[in-house]
């Protein structure tokens, strides 16, 4: 298992669009990936659990990947988010 704390800087969190190409791509990897914040720990491969969660920006997660391919699913969240979600 790998974690990583990383804060979000997309000005809208990660609601809506974000939510859904974050699920979506963390959906790829065959590992369990969890985002934690102070009030909550969701599923990140699932759109609905993200935007329950109300991450907005600012906020300071704590990412989790747990499994054969976490190296690179946590490569890949960090990048999404460090982006902003720009490139994809």
């Known amino acids: 298992m790998i974690s990583r704390k990383i804060t979000i800087r997309n000005p809208e969190g990660l609601h809506m669009r974000p939510a ?3 699920a ?3 959906g790829k990897y065959e590992c369990e990936i969890t985002i934690i914040t ?3 720990e969701v ?3 699932s759109i609905l659990s993200i935007m329950t969660a109300c991450i907005k920006c600012g ?3 704590d990412l989790t990947c747990n499994g054969a391919d ?5 490569d890949k969240a960090v990048s999404l988010i460090s982006s ?3 490139d994809v």
């Open 20 to 22: 859904a190409i974050f």
């Open 24 to 26: 979506e791509e963390m």
């Open 38 to 40: 102070d009030n909550d």
């Open 43 to 45: 599923n990140a491969k």
């Open 59 to 61: 906020t300071e997660i």
């Open 70 to 74: 976490e190296a690179e699913a946590m």
């Open 84 to 86: 902003e979600f720009r």
